[in-house]
């Protein structure tokens, strides 16, 4: 049986097949799913395979991801700032903060589901999802940021936990007590938390689920107690004495009450009595801190790689935390509001604990959820840490991380790594000055996390089917735009250097290409919009003004190329560039298709050397097919090549110029030589693949096609590095004159015309522009008493069509003396644009090109059309031979296009 059409057995299919339905998800997330097995009996087959150990996946919904997310929001925002908001913003601005807060996590938390039912997810929580729909250069450059913003997070939560601390055992009260308010306490309190949160950490993810539950269930309880203390001294009044700045102000708890409630409807912005400044806040401010009580929604996608079943885990987790924790938070405020006095809300932020039944409630629900919070985010910290290092987003900078993970998925390194970053943050020592970074790095993430998702949306790739379907485009939109205007409405110069911080990790990384493969929502947003514009880009609305180079390349061989290659990447002009190889051969007689593997090859060559062209190799049986079959299907739509250029067909043997060629170093790094596999050169004295009749063939049949013909000649000796290293100025030299006809001196043709611009094309960049000169040569006779006349059209015509260039008059006598027609081989025409010449004739205008290409960079010959008789085939080669003989690098051109106008 033929091997390409025999049936695989299962264990054949080793790229990415999974062992049974369980393992499926653990494939290679860069190989296709090509193999799923549905029955366990043909399991013993390959069950030699060995399974790789991974982390251990056990935690639930409810535990991994509910219990997380409202913990994280469930703390210091809860218990330490609740009143701080309602005494600042009143009851009116506090809902609308807390609506506004939620309407952004909403819109995210949709696209969080969205993203999570796409795919199997593994560890590293929202860094996985952003990354593998962004890419690595602007995945890895998230990721940082929400490990930072994890880092941020843990360290505020452990200062709340210490203030909270602080507040219940001040040395006013207990005069042999262990705690005051001063620099080294709150270190020492702050830095005992932080350690304990990290022995937590290292024993691993169940540990803090199970201590999840204790602390899950300390704060339901304390939340509980609160509104039991509203109801039960629902009209009881208590009366607080509060110190502030070295004086006591008098406050008062009035239990339910509508005057307090209708003096707390509307704002009233003070100070903050913590800081020494007696700066008002305003409701940004305010604002900045509120939403670190939402921002709890990332805490379950932390832990994706230790759930049982993220895909739905995710999604239904944390939309059941945001329903609960916003009807916590709304009710409450209502609560605060009816009952506390202003300036009770105003100088004391643990306020509920001190109305509470029971303070030790609230103080061990502080302790509880601020807790809890200091170890999710250090967790969520150290799995994104451990992810980007599996990833070597960073290279080796990371790399110790990848070797401290223990056998049970555990990331020690990561872990400890987090925990003196935290440390760190800890001398900050100020909760509301934290706050605000918190805000800006988490809106970042919902930033990122909604644009990946709107652009998976707007690709439209048929894989993107996500089981969540409550999104679309315009939540997404909503969510990026919300995150993106808080942030600079919070604080401008936080959000302009975060961005400028994000711009220089993304060209980093795009820098240093790390060497990953996700697939990139960049290349499917690209093809959804290159598709539509193609369908819309119409050759029949082509017009002249517009017309820029579209060109296709025919290589032979890539290694004795490469100069031709980079010339013909700066003659293109911003049009298309396609570089095209026949590889001679049936696909019959092949296995598989021969030409896939060179391909990728010829794709790095592309890359090595920095030019914008795509790849088309053709397999046919002759050279002359498959240049056809190039001609006519190179390009898509109304991008398609309209010139085609060839390499020159003589007998000078192969010299392999790419092992003298590295790659461009677009910003810093050393050159690198090309080293993928390439086909090997022709033997000098080997046979040739193409026969000199087949040759002409493929350009007469390029010319039938009503394509634009160039020939390149000499181009081994271009040395572009050279042009400005040298004083002298160097020239490009355009010959327009038509050297089988050379009446054609008295005007310019098409083909003279097509010549020009090609030249001036090539001016136009500016490496060339920089060195070099453009000169045309106007060859008329001596004794020509329109020389002058003719001398000055061409001036005009020059300033017409825009075109800056030196006209060097040239005495054509002498040349014109030797091209007698006469008999075939004499200057006998033989058909309507080709006749024989002598060789003399060629000679001597060959001799006046070099005679004036002493400093000439490049030069362009006038280059007639072939005969069409293939008799006379060998002789035209033979000609062009002669004209280009030992000149510097040669393009002959032949166009047929119409290509500059002088009207606007």
């Given at each position: 049986m033929d091997e390409m059409t025999r049936p695989r057995r299962p264990s054949e299919l080793t790229d990415c097949m999974a062992a049974d339905p369980a393992s499926a998800e653990t494939n290679n997330e860069n190989s296709p799913l090509i193999y799923y097995q549905l029955s366990t009996a043909i399991s013993a087959e390959f069950s030699h395979r060995p399974i790789e150990p991974g982390p251990v996946r056990g935690l639930s919904t409810f535990m991994g991801v509910v219990v997380p997310c409202m913990l994280s929001m469930f703390s210091v925002i809860l218990f330490l700032r609740m009143g701080y908001v309602v005494g600042q913003c009143g009851l009116i601005l506090t809902i609308v903060m807390f609506v506004l807060a939620y309407f952004i996590v909403a819109m995210t938390v949709l696209s969080i589901c969205a993203i999570s039912t796409n795919g199997a997810i593994e560890g590293g929580g929202a860094y996985f999802m952003i990354s593998r729909t962004l890419g690595p250069e602007f995945g890895g450059s998230i990721g940082l940021m929400f490990f930072l913003a994890n880092i941020f997070s843990s360290g505020l939560y452990v200062i709340g936990l210490k203030e909270a601390l602080v507040s219940t055992f001040p040395r006013s009260e207990y005069p042999h007590g262990f705690l005051e308010s001063n620099t080294y306490i709150d270190m020492a309190c702050s830095t005992g938390i932080l350690f304990f949160c990290l022995i937590v950490c290292l024993i691993g993810a169940k540990m803090f689920a199970r201590t999840?539950?204790?602390?899950?269930?300390?704060?339901?309880?304390?939340?509980?107690?609160?509104?039991?203390s509203f109801i039960v001294n629902y009209h009881g009044m208590e009366h607080f004495d509060l110190f502030v700045h070295n004086e006591t102000v008098q406050a008062w708890y009035t239990g339910f009450n509508l005057t307090t409630l209708k003096g707390n409807i509307l704002e009233h912005y003070t100070s903050d009595y913590t800081q020494a400044s007696s700066v008002k806040l305003d409701f940004l401010t305010v604002f900045a801190v509120i939403f670190n009580g939402c921002t709890g929604i990332m805490a379950g996608a932390n832990m994706s790689g230790e759930l049982k079943n993220p895909g739905r885990s995710i999604p239904v987790g944390t939309i059941a935390a945001c329903v609960i924790t916003f009807f916590v938070y709304i009710t409450l405020s209502v609560f605060i509001a009816a009952t506390c006095?202003?300036?009770?809300?105003?100088?004391?932020?643990?306020?509920?604990?001190?109305?509470?039944?029971?303070?030790?409630i609230v103080v061990g629900g502080i302790v509880a959820a601020t807790l809890s919070a200091a170890l999710s985010c250090l967790i969520g910290a150290s799995r994104v840490l451990t992810q980007l290092a599996k990833d070597e987003i960073f290279g080796i900078l990371l790399r110790p991380v990848v070797k401290g993970i223990s056998q049970w998925g555990n990331p020690y390194a990561a872990v400890i790594i987090s925990w003196f970053l935290v440390q760190m943050v800890l001398f900050m020592n100020a909760l509301n000055t934290i706050a605000p970074i918190v805000t800006q790095l988490f809106l970042f993430a919902y930033s990122a996390t909604n644009m990946a998702c709107l652009a998976l949306e707007l690709a439209s790739a048929p894989n993107f089917r996500p089981s969540f379907k409550y999104f679309s485009w315009h939540t997404c939109v909503l969510g990026l735009l919300g995150s993106l205007t808080m942030m600079f409405l919070i604080n401008p110069i936080y959000a302009a250097a975060g961005i400028a911080v994000l711009i220089l990790l993304v060209f980093i990384l795009y820098v240093r290409s790390p060497p990953v493969n996700w697939g990139f929502i960049s290349q499917a947003m690209i093809y959804h919009q290159v598709r539509k514009y193609l369908l819309l880009l119409d050759r029949r609305k082509n017009h002249v003004k517009f017309w820029r180079p579209q060109i296709l390349l025919l290589?032979?061989?890539?290694?004795?190329?490469?100069?031709?290659?980079?010339?013909?990447?700066?003659?293109?002009?911003?049009?298309?560039?396609?570089?095209?190889?026949?590889?001679?051969?049936?696909?019959?007689?092949?296995?598989?298709?021969?030409?896939?593997?060179?391909?990728?090859?010829?794709?790095?060559?592309?890359?090595?050397?920095?030019?914008?062209?795509?790849?088309?190799?053709?397999?046919?049986?002759?050279?002359?097919?498959?240049?056809?079959?190039?001609?006519?299907?190179?390009?898509?739509?109304?991008?398609?090549?309209?010139?085609?250029?060839?390499?020159?067909?003589?007998?000078?043997p192969p010299e392999d110029c790419l092992a003298n060629v590295r790659s461009r170093v677009r910003f810093f790094g050393?050159?690198?030589?090309?080293?993928?596999?390439?086909?090997?050169?022709?033997?000098?004295?080997?046979?040739?693949?193409?026969?000199?009749?087949?040759?002409?063939?493929?350009?007469?049949?390029?010319?039938?096609?009503?394509?634009?013909?160039?020939?390149?000649?000499?181009?081994?000796?271009?040395?572009?590095?050279?042009?400005?290293?040298?004083?002298?100025?160097?020239?490009?030299d355009v010959w327009p004159v038509n050297f089988l006809q050379p009446s054609t001196s008295s005007y310019l043709d098409t083909s003279g015309l097509f010549l020009l611009q090609m030249a001036c094309v090539l001016h136009m960049v500016p490496v060339w522009r920089k060195s070099t000169k453009l000169r045309i040569f106007l060859c008329v006779d001596a004794d020509d008493s329109h020389a002058a006349h003719k001398e000055s059209n061409m001036k005009?015509?020059?300033?017409?069509?825009?075109?800056?260039?030196?006209?060097?008059?040239?005495?054509?006598?002498q040349v014109c003396a030797f091209f007698h027609p006469g008999s075939v081989g004499t200057g006998a025409a033989v058909s309507d644009h080709w006749v024989d010449t002598p060789d003399a004739y060629l000679s001597c205008y060959n001799y006046h090109i070099k005679e004036y290409s002493t400093d000439t960079a490049v030069v362009f010959i006038n280059m007639p059309a072939p005969p069409k008789d293939e008799a006379y085939f060998s002789r035209y080669l033979t000609q062009l031979d002669i004209v280009s003989s030992d000149l510097p690098p040669t393009m002959l051109v032949c166009g047929v296009s119409a290509v500059t106008c002088v009207n606007l």
């Open positions: 999840s539950v204790f602390i899950f269930f300390i704060v339901i309880v304390s939340a509980t107690s609160i509104y039991l006095e202003r300036k009770l809300l105003w100088y004391d932020y643990s306020v509920l604990q001190h109305i509470n039944l029971s303070s030790w290589v032979s061989n890539p290694r004795c190329s490469a100069p031709l290659i980079d010339f013909v990447n700066d003659i293109k002009k911003s049009g298309l560039y396609v570089i095209g190889n026949v590889k001679v051969g049936s696909l019959a007689a092949c296995v598989r298709d021969p030409i896939s593997d060179e391909t990728v090859v010829w794709i790095d060559l592309i890359d090595h050397l920095k030019v914008k062209a795509f790849v088309e190799i053709v397999l046919c049986e002759t050279v002359r097919a498959g240049a056809e079959n190039l001609v006519r299907t190179a390009g898509l739509g109304g991008m398609k090549p309209t010139t085609v250029i060839v390499g020159f067909y003589d007998n000078t050393s050159p690198q030589p090309f080293m993928s596999p390439l086909p090997n050169m022709r033997p000098s004295t080997g046979e040739k693949q193409l026969s000199a009749e087949e040759y002409v063939h493929i350009i007469n049949d390029t010319l039938k096609m009503n394509k634009d013909v160039c020939l390149a000649r000499h181009f081994l000796k271009l040395d572009k590095q050279g042009l400005g290293e040298g004083k002298q100025t160097r020239y490009i005009d015509l020059l300033k017409q069509i825009r075109i800056k260039a030196k006209v060097v008059r040239l005495d054509w006598s």
